[in-house]
């Protein structure tokens, strides 16, 4: 992707060598990006150049040229349509947040001027008072700033007729301690970068490589259903998933959605959606239709990790505004219909130089197969040793409707292998590796080392963290959730792992390095670890009651929901670990813990009282139209001098059902209303009782449906919102 620049059109004639960035596809397109060519064409060679070495090797941003580079994109920005600029920004909320300005300033005479300074550029100040700061600051010192973060392309987001040109950025108080998502991410990827550095120092793969790059491409499940159904069902429209309902008659038993045709409607909002993400830079690639009726995915290329959490952010945005176009909503939460599947969004990372080598796969030279297995070995002593920190990144109100409610992903943290690797294992562990299970094996040229044969990729959908040839798929990754967080918590454990092995090897290889001794260090370095740490791998099925019990058995945390998993935030070691790497300090984890841990309190109750208003207002008052009517026939026949025991049956039933409908909401309405000032205790109030109380009601309610006429009912039901179309 080299190519030259003769920069006779420049006013310096200078030739240099350009390269695109491997890993940010906005470079190659993306027509609404102020990326690669945009940036070529727009801007001075020496201005350039001197971007570029920000962009790709992480020196300081040279403030000189801030002016230059505003202005360009201000006039490209203006070209395309924008009239507006904003920061914007991933604030601790999981969405994004934006506060526009115009171009159009006056100028000291009166006159209107189009202005946009290097200053507006590099740096803002949104009031930063309404956004959660978890205890960081005070309403009193409410400054925040957002600070350009020139490695993701800024781009135009069109809404409507109106045009916005976005400038991602990192948003920090004004002591410096991070109030968003990507400042940590930023940092973590910068740590794990810095310990890779040394393990392939130590093999002498260092050469011409400036960084490690942490790549992701994250695949995203969705449900659509037709918005004027959504626009009738008051929990799906506040909660996002279905707070009562029965089962449709019909489910995904017949396994007849998955990579099923797509109906046209659907895929004319796909190719819609796609249009709107290719300009935008988003490589997307790869859509189909997921297990569930009405669920689907659609997944990019992959990026460098924090050019991929932006650019999953704006897919979520371009799923959610484009749906309506189309008559349809889309539902991004975690378990919107009980009894088919919740959607997930399937994290993939990996590890490459900056020169493009992956540093999970398996390779065909000695070296790169040793360093390979110890980033693998690295991998699994941290998922082994963190599991805790790693369900936690991933806990959330909605996604305790999956993890361990048994349903894909469990969770218990494990690591899939497949066959041939788990092989490799075995060997690793009794130090004799001479032999690979299938395949054909790459010949490795040293005796002591397994074999790895090429392709080792396998499946099992079950597991929550799988090893899919030459990457990991965090599979336990909410659909709703911005992804930046877990990969912050990943990158930081794997950065600690590496860190690890790293001062390990560099003991046993000492000063004088020679092949014989550093192939003796690694295997017994691997030997050890693999020894340790190997009982967080497991190729069975996640889902079964056997490997509750064996996971118990190897003494492995099974943490169901979030009230569980969160404490695991505010350990010392937690602590220690993100302050260590310099990603969190302690203040700044703290507050995240407080703002996970009361925004699981938040979503429950408002679910509680969702639920309430639906029951009072919809579903009772239906309950007892229909009675009114049972009444009334039973009444007829007997003024007819019929007996009907069966409709006086029906009747009483009803009247049962109603009355216990009555005590559950009651129920709900009482434990939602708990006063309770210690948060922590507040969210294992909800989890112990409000959470229950609601399952209690939703079974009433759903038996109910199944027995009232579909006229009376007054939401729309799941065969509605799934299956007709
Ligand atoms: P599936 O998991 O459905 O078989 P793929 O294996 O093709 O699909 O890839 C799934 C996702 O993993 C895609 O977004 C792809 O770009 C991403 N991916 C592939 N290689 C890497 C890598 N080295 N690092 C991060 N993500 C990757
Ligand atoms: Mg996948």
Redesign the pocket.
């Known amino acids: 992707m080299s190519r030259r620049l003769n920069a006779t059109n420049h006013s310096s004639d200078a030739t240099m060598d350009i390269a695109k960035s491997p890993y940010r596809a906005s470079d190659s397109f993306g027509s609404l990006t102020f990326s690669g060519d945009v940036m070529l064409k727009r801007l001075p060679p020496d201005v350039y150049m001197n971007l570029q070495r920000t962009i790709k090797q992480g020196t300081p941003l040279d403030p000189a040229i801030a002016n230059t580079i505003a202005g360009a994109m201000k006039d490209w920005a203006i070209e395309h349509g924008a009239t507006h600029y904003c920061h914007w920004f991933q604030p601790l909320t999981g969405t994004t947040a934006e506060k526009h300005d115009a171009f159009l300033s006056v100028a000291g005479d009166g006159s209107a001027i189009e202005k946009f300074s290097g200053n507006q550029l590099i740096q803002g100040e949104p009031d930063a008072s309404s956004f959660p700061s978890g205890g960081i600051r005070d309403t009193y010192e409410a400054r925040g700033y957002t600070a350009w973060d020139c490695t993701s392309p800024a781009f135009i987001l069109r809404t409507g007729d109106h045009c916005t040109l976005c400038i991602p950025t990192a948003f920090v108080s004004w002591t410096g301690e991070a109030l968003d998502k990507k400042t940590p991410l930023l940092r973590s990827i910068q740590a794990v970068s810095k310990q890779a550095m040394r393990i392939l120092k130590v093999f002498g793969t260092d050469a011409g490589v400036s960084q490690v790059i942490t790549?992701?491409?994250?695949?995203q499940e969705y449900f659509l259903i037709d918005r004027e159904l959504y626009q009738q069902r008051l929990d799906i429209a506040i909660t996002g998933r279905t707070l009562v309902g029965a089962s449709a008659p019909k489910g995904q038993q017949l396994e007849d959605h998955y990579f099923g045709s797509i109906a046209e409607r659907v895929l004319a909002f796909m190719s819609d959606v796609e249009a709107r993400l290719f300009e935008l830079g988003v490589p997307v690639?790869?859509r189909h239709n997921e297990v569930a009726p009405g669920q689907y995915e659609l997944?990019?290329?992959?990026e460098a990790a924090n050019v991929a959490t932006d650019h999953q952010m704006v897919s979520m945005h371009v799923l959610k505004t484009v749906a309506p176009k189309h008559g349809f909503e889309c539902i991004l939460h975690e378990k919107p219909f009980a009894g088919v599947n919740g959607s997930g969004k399937?994290n993939?990372?990996?590890l490459?130089t900056d020169s493009g080598h992956?540093l999970?796969d398996p390779r065909e030279n000695t070296h790169s197969n040793m360093q390979f297995l110890v980033f693998l070995c690295a991998v699994i002593r941290a998922v082994d040793v963190w599991a805790d920190l790693l369900r936690a990144s991933i806990a959330s109100a909605h996604n305790d409707h999956r993890l361990g409610a048994n349903e894909a992903p469990p969770a218990i943290m494990s690591i899939y292998l497949g066959d041939m690797l788990t092989d490799i294992l075995n060997q690793l562990e009794s130090g004799e590796t001479k032999r690979t299970k299938n395949g054909s094996a790459l010949d490795l040229g040293a005796t002591t080392l397994p074999q790895i044969p090429r392709h080792t990729s396998d499946r099992n959908r079950t597991s929550p963290f799988a090893f899919?040839?030459?990457?990991f798929?965090f599979r336990a990754v909410g659909s709703s959730q911005a992804v930046a967080w877990p990969n912050t918590v990943l990158n930081t454990i794997i950065a600690e792992s590496l860190d690890t092995l790293a001062t390990m090897l560099e003991k046993k290889v000492g000063k004088n390095a020679t092949q014989a001794k550093l192939e003796s260090a690694v295997k017994s370095i691997l030997q050890e670890t693999v020894k340790k740490h190997r009982r967080v791998c497991f190729d069975g099925n996640g889902y079964s009651k056997e490997w509750h019990d064996e996971a118990a058995k190897r003494g492995l945390p099974n943490m169901p929901s979030t009230a569980d998993s969160l404490p695991a935030l505010k350990t010392k070691r937690a602590t220690d670990l993100f302050a260590k790497y310099g990603v969190f300090t302690a203040r700044e984890l703290k507050a995240r813990f407080e703002i996970l841990v009361e925004q699981y309190v938040k979503i429950m109750r408002i679910e509680g009282r969702t639920l309430s208003t639906m029951v009072r207002t919809q579903i009772l008052p239906a309950a007892l139209r229909y009675q009114s009517e049972l009444a009334d026939a039973v009444a007829g026949a007997q003024a007819a001098g019929v007996e009907c025991p069966d409709s006086e049956a029906a009747l009483r039933e009803h009247v049962q059902r109603i009355s216990q409908l009555r005590v559950a909401i009651a129920e709900v309405d009482k434990t939602e209303g708990k006063h309770i000032d210690d948060v922590e205790k507040h969210m294992r109030q909800i989890r112990d009782e409000l959470f229950p109380a609601m399952q209690k009601c939703r079974t009433v309610c759903d038996e109910l449906e199944r027995n009232m006429p579909d006229d009376v009912w007054p939401l729309p039901t799941y065969a509605e919102m799934l299956l007709l179309r």
């Open positions: 790549t992701l491409g994250v695949e690639k790869t997944a990019p290329t992959f399937h993939n990372w990996s490459s992956n999970l899919t040839g030459n990457k798929e």
